[in-house]
């Protein structure tokens, strides 16, 4: 009787046990879901979260009842809502798929990745707090510290939300308002010298590198446009097809579709017809449900351009297996006439499209003329903010920083890509910002498998060490201000979004010339390389909607521009330091110092190389140990800017030439002395100097299978040395150039056109050929 008496107590303890563990979980499902039970309608269905999923061990995205995504929580919230829901379900926890934990160990003692769940209260995010208190705790992360939880909406929190608006609206207008002014008075010496000149009778353009250049251009863009008018005058008269559609040409060819004066949109489509090119927009959406845009360039002589339903958005689901049935099997082109595909990442509070503003000096464009399949990825929010369940008005829109950028934005945009082209890898080419998500992304304790679909990562202007100008005053008060305080000055939604007003309303001409002068008194560079006729074009594409929160990453006091690095304390740099130090005096007694210090006399002056010795993949375990990244790590390419003051290029070549990076092959370093920030997409002679560069590094890394597949590009029909990784390391190579704003006769001729007007003469020949041999 008494063993009956206690079976009946322990199932009603059970009984009242998963009754509790129910009840608790409907309360967990409504405070990680989009909107409380009452708040639902029968339209918007139910928005209660039923599961975490974990993308990464530190990324818990939260999966509702009708299936939708809603951005990533508190690791501690996601644990606690599915441990409640593996009881209510009556599920063994220990039949679940476990979840890649994946860490890495500094050599100051951090530990970067996924933490223990057993923390000190006091080191947990308080999740469940106002807005005030959700600010991230003070010990953590040193690198990334979490994100702020916010909840279905309520009155209060409404209420909270609105006085955030109004004191950013209000605080951070006043500190444009004080970047405007000090850019306008900053200008004003340079007004008067240019003043100056001109009433002396003297062209102050005169001192630009490439005026003549600039002159000739300008002239010929002229003629164009008339002859486009008289063109299109002729056309409507006979009512003949438009010169895109005549019959009978090479599909090789690249027919202007656009022409005229150009009246300066914000529309890479415009640009691109403007070279004979196209554009079609994906929509893509990531794991935690934000939809961005994808541009595809393509040439409308040789593809047919997918439906709408084709360009929507998929499932948030990536790299699903059975995707493909082979080796690029999803590409529209031939066996052995495919295109290799590129995928291109742009960098801080700019679009893809500053890729696009030169004409066929764009990187873009020229890509696409040289044989290769061109993507452009945007980030989340961009020019339009977009999720498959937010608004626009909900903080949780803004909940992100760059780790998500690089663990959610940079695969989903690689996932479509490699979806849409049927091959197993593709190159990827970053500008700046664009470099830090996949620094990031590819780390050991971040997502380095997505390291097994990147052929190579060409990174223009690495951002992975901060630069002398983050240094200065504007920076450094974001630097001083507190979390909370840096919330109350930008909020906590879009970071000034004013910006967006002004660059939707004002003059495109005005709006590019404004545009500049305060980014170049933000960011310390100059248009001296650029080709000023096109120079509003540049900033069309600028800004974009970023979170308040990705902005304090780089400037608050806690991330960036404390640790001077992505992936590394301060401490931890001093230690390599004094490591490098201890290194370069031991070379110095050995009496082989030429072998780690620059002795540019010893070197040609326009093209001066530094050879590293080829070796072994492991030569200090030591160094593996706290290596940034693992075996799964694509090759590396670098362009740095040796002007840069925005971010230390030459520290990150340094790194790798250091060997700190054992598991990594750097087929290609170069450093462009004069080059700034931006000279590296921008300068009038970037085809030169990067251009052919990233075009002959795609190439050599593609491999063997796909090179089967595709057209060999223009400019590397003679390639034989191409890229396999082996047991010995990549020899680090790092060239430096000296020429930027000087003319060589090669720099000369591709950026005055010779050479391109050369090489439409051999393909006229080869064509005449072709069809001679016919008949």
């Known amino acids: 009787m008494g063993l009956v008496a206690q079976k009946i107590h322990d199932s009603g303890e059970k009984a ?106 006091e080191e947990r995010a308080k999740s469940d707090a106002t807005l005030q208190d959700s600010s991230p705790p003070s010990k953590t992360n040193p690198l990334f510290p979490p994100l702020p939880l916010y909840g279905p909406p309520t009155l209060g929190r409404r209420i909270q939300c609105y006085m955030f608006r109004v004191s950013s609206a209000i605080l951070s207008l006043c500190f444009l308002l004080v970047i405007i002014l000090g850019a306008a008075f900053t200008s004003i010496p340079l007004a008067v010298d240019h003043i100056w000149l001109r009433l002396t009778f003297r062209n102050p353009d005169k001192r630009r590198p490439f005026f003549k250049e600039e002159e000739r251009r300008k002239k010929a863009r002229r003629a164009a446009e008339r002859e486009w008018n008289k063109q299109r005058k002729n056309r409507n008269a006979s009512r003949t097809p438009t010169p895109g559609a005549e019959e009978g040409r090479n599909t090789d060819e690249y027919i202007p579709l656009e022409g005229g004066h150009d009246y300066i949109p914000c529309d890479v489509r415009y640009y691109a017809r403007r070279v004979g090119l196209d554009c079609e927009v994906f929509k893509v959406q990531t794991e935690d449900g934000f939809i961005i845009d994808l541009w595809h360039l393509y040439n409308p002589r040789d593809y047919l351009r997918k439906t709408d339903s084709h360009l929507s958005s998929h499932s948030p689901d990536i790299f699903p297996d059975g995707a493909t049935n082979g080796p690029a099997s999803s590409s529209p082109y031939a066996s052995g006439n495919k295109k290799y595909p590129v995928l291109m990442i742009h960098g801080l509070l700019q679009s893809a499209g500053a890729y696009c503003t030169n004409d066929d000096d764009s990187l873009a464009f020229f890509l696409a003329k040289s044989g290769y399949d061109v993507w452009l990825g945007n980030n989340r929010c961009g020019f339009n903010p977009h ?152 900033f069309q594409f600028a800004p974009v909607y970023v979170s308040a929160e990705s902005m304090r990453w780089w400037l608050g006091r806690e991330c960036f521009a404390k640790q001077k690095c992505i992936l590394a304390t301060r401490e931890e740099k001093i230690i390599e330091d004094k490591e490098d130090e201890q290194e370069d005096a031991q070379q110095v007694n050995r009496g082989d110092e030429h072998e780690s210090s620059d002795d540019e006399d010893s070197l040609d002056r326009n093209q001066r190389t530094r050879r590293m010795p080829r070796r072994p993949r492991k030569v200090d375990e030591n160094r593996a140990k706290y290596a940034w990244y693992g075996p799964r790590t694509p090759p590396f390419a670098f362009w740095v800017c040796g002007a840069d003051e925005l971010v230390d290029g030459r520290r990150l070549l340094r790194r790798f030439e250091r060997n700190r990076e054992p598991q990594v092959d750097v087929v290609h370093a170069k450093v462009i002395e004069g080059y700034e920030h931006l000279d590296v997409i921008w300068a009038m002679d970037a085809i030169e100097k990067v251009g052919k560069e990233v075009r002959e590094v795609l190439w050599r890394t593609a491999d063997g299978e796909s090179r089967k597949l595709c057209r060999v590009p223009k400019g590397c029909e003679g390639m034989t040395d191409f890229y396999k990784r082996s047991d010995k390391r990549e020899s680090t190579t790092r060239n430096i150039d000296a020429t930027a704003g000087e003319w060589s006769e090669k720099g000369r001729k591709q950026v005055g056109g010779e050479a391109r007007q050369e090489a439409e003469g051999k393909e006229e020949d080869r064509t005449l050929d072709d069809d001679v041999a016919n008949g």
């Open 387 to 538: 999720h498959s369940m937010l608004q626009y008005s909900d903080p949780r829109m803004w909940a992100w920083n760059i780790r998500q950028m690089g663990v959610l934005d940079l695969p989903a945009l690689i996932s479509r890509v490699l979806s849409e082209t049927g091959f197993p890898k593709l190159g990827l080419i970053c500008h700046s910002q664009g470099t830090t998500q996949t620094f990031v992304a590819l780390a050991k304790e971040q997502r380095p498998e997505i390291g097994d679909k990147i052929s190579v990562f060409c990174a223009l202007a690495p951002a992975a060490y901060a630069g002398p100008l983050v240094g200065k005053m504007y920076f450094k008060f974001m630097r001083v201000i507190s979390p909370a305080m840096f919330r109350i000055f930008f909020g906590i939604h879009a970071f000034i979004p004013i910006m967006m007003t002004m660059h939707s309303l004002l003059p495109p001409k005005f709006y590019g010339a404004m545009g500049y002068r305060v980014f170049s008194f933000m960011f310390n560079w100059t248009d001296d390389r650029w080709e000023r006729d096109l120079r509003d074009r540049m």
């Open 16 to 121: 009242r046990s998963k009754t509790q563990a129910a009840l608790d979980f409907a309360q967990q499902a409504t405070k990680l879901g989009q909107y409380a039970p009452d708040q639902e309608d029968d339209a918007a269905g139910s928005t209660q979260a039923v599961e975490a999923k974990f993308i990464t061990a530190q990324d818990p995205v939260i999966q509702t009842a009708d299936g939708g995504r809603l951005p990533a929580v508190p690791v501690e919230e996601a644990i606690k809502l599915n441990s409640l829901r593996d009881v209510v379900d009556e599920h063994d926890p220990s039949q679940q798929k476990p979840v890649k934990c994946g860490s890495r160990e500094s050599r100051d003692g951090t530990m970067h990745g996924a933490k223990s769940t057993n923390n000190e209260p």
